[in-house]
């Protein structure tokens, strides 16, 4: 209530007849509990929602504008199906993948996705449905199915409804969108991996999967190597369920990249499927793309890397010595040791020795020392130590049982002593019979200067990865280039070009690419390697 209190020559004012003070904002904070708990709320929600897996990417998004890759490791890659089914297994059993779906294959009628093989890549008219797991292979055409026969980014690979796809290398999931010819697709990008034309240095790279059926991923996901992203289908432009699998370079236009627009198609008096068949710019492909299969099934070596660059650290290389670099060392020791053998025979057979008639003198052979090697240490199983004592054994007594039948000539006197320390039959006795050979070796270098035929070694092991020197090889083997472009002499390796379980193989590389060699019919595959100067 106010009263009205006259002023001095002014009229009247307004006061309150019981003044008081208002309590600070801080008073009704202390005693709203309501307040408290919204605060609480709300901050429980932001929380929750920046623990998420977008959340933080979002923030920093909106903070920073972009993630930062150098969080991204490169640890290798894997191919996008893992399993598929065996088709002509599932074909006698009435499966179609037409019309069924993945969950409706028998467990024990799912394979690991077979090796993608350049030469092999041809699919004809009279092929049956069930034949073959690749449809279309890189730069195909849809008429063929052959690889370099057109203008198709990618490959195609026959997958049923519903078969899980996954990530081939750790990445962020760059978009996920629903439309166009791809249909369902997802792109994501792959930062500081080694660059296919040069493993020793790092580029960013995009793996696209398109056709799917359902994702199970969004914009801004880190997924790592292996991990189930989605769901393959037959979305968007596809007479059939497969998945279709491409990676793109850094600096395509956009991804998935496609060689061609409808305008320039159209242009050209073109459909969509005769551009493709006739290679319509398929050179575009050959600067924005990559060979998707042959990148993941090389599986290249991490890069070391400064932070912030993608350049490789330079550092001085010890000298030490592996054990496939041991053998070859062995093996081009025992070549020259060979050759000085055949001048020594060559100029005995021109000048015969005069044989003295005293008492034949024994003479002592010991073995030439080798280069100075510096081994790591490694620890190896029993298994491993008993195999490579073996190994020994057998290389200290085939060596001395070939010393032993040498003839030496000498200035003054020759003499010519042949004694038998070991016989074939003891050296099968301690190798212990003929053994079945589980998988090959390809050893070499690591580079080729292109300059001409290099030269490697094709080893024959058993389960654990140990050199059989007595081996049971009952088919040939098959030497090709699946990553690059070389010619191999021989080509083809039998039971006769193997002494003590290894093959010299020379191979001329052709162009500049980096080269991945694999022995079929064996599933093992060589090492990268590059091109260097």
Do not use: C
Not at 31 to 40: D, E, G, N, V
Not at 362 to 368: K, L, P, S
Not at 455 to 472: R, W
């Amino acid at each position: 209530m106010t009263s009205l209190v006259p002023r001095r020559k002014h009229g009247f004012s307004s006061a309150p007849l019981h003044p008081k003070r208002e309590p600070h904002p801080i008073f009704f904070l202390k005693q709203r509990s309501s307040f408290w708990i919204a605060t609480l709320s709300v901050g429980a929600f932001l929380i929750g929602n920046m623990i998420g897996q977008n959340g933080w990417y979002l923030f920093l998004a909106s903070v920073l504008g972009k993630e930062d890759d150098s969080l991204i490791v490169y640890t290798g890659t894997v191919t996008p199906l893992e399993k598929v089914p065996d088709y002509s297994r599932w074909t006698s059993y009435g499966g179609n993948a037409e019309e069924h779906t993945y969950r409706q294959v028998p467990q024990d009628l799912l394979v690991v996705l077979p090796v993608y093989d350049r030469s092999a890549q041809l699919r004809t008219e009279n092929a049956s449905t069930s034949a073959g797991f690749y449809s279309v292979g890189n730069r195909g055409s849809y008429s063929t199915g052959a690889e370099n026969s057109g203008s198709h980014p990618g490959v195609d690979i026959r997958a049923p409804m519903g078969s899980p796809v996954r990530a081939v290398a750790n990445g962020i999931v760059e978009e996920v969108k629903q439309g166009g010819g791809f249909g369902l697709v997802i792109v994501i990008r792959h930062p500081n991996v080694p660059d296919p034309d040069r493993p020793n240095r790092t580029t960013t790279l995009y793996s696209a999967y398109a056709h799917l059926q359902a994702a199970l991923v969004t914009v801004g996901t880190v997924v790592e190597k292996g991990e189930h992203i989605a769901y393959s289908g037959q979305s968007g432009y596809a007479s059939g369920p497969h998945l279709h699998f491409q990676i793109d370079r850094e600096s395509a236009p956009f991804h998935p990249y496609w060689p061609f627009t409808d305008a320039e198609a159209n242009e050209a008096g073109l459909t969509l499927a005769e551009a493709v068949d006739a290679g319509f710019h398929s050179e575009r492909l050959k600067q924005y793309t990559v060979h998707p299969m042959l990148y993941v099934q090389s599986n290249f070596l991490p890069v070391p890397v400064t932070p912030g660059t993608t350049e490789v650290v330079e550092k001085p290389k010890p000298v030490v010595l592996n054990l496939s670099q041991r053998i070859a060392l062995r093996i081009q020791s025992r070549k020259e040791k060979q050759v000085q053998e055949g001048e020594v025979e060559a100029a005995q057979k021109e000048t015969p020795p005069v044989l003295a008639p005293a008492a034949p003198e024994q003479v002592v052979y010991q073995r030439e020392p080798e280069a100075e090697e510096v081994v790591p240490a490694v620890r190896m199983s029993r298994s491993q130590r008993a195999a490579q004592d073996r190994q020994k054994r057998v290389e200290d007594r085939v060596t001395r049982a070939r010393f032993s039948s040498r003839q030496v000539s000498r200035t003054q006197e020759t003499v010519v002593r042949r004694e038998e320390v070991a016989t074939q039959g003891d050296i099968s006795a301690v190798i212990g019979g003929p053994q079945q050979v589980q998988d090959i070796s390809i050893q070499h270098d690591g580079s080729y200067s292109g300059r001409g035929w290099e030269q490697m070694v094709v080893q024959l092991t058993d389960e654990e990865g140990a050199l059989i020197t007595n081996p049971a090889l009952n088919r040939d083997i098959y030497l090709r280039a699946i990553y690059g472009d070389a010619e191999f002499r021989p080509s083809v390796l039998t039971a006769l070009d193997f002494s003590g379980g290894e093959a010299t193989v020379y191979m001329l590389p052709r162009g500049r690419t980096t080269i991945v060699i694999q022995a079929q019919p064996y599933p093992a595959m060589s090492s990268p390697m590059a091109y260097g100067q």
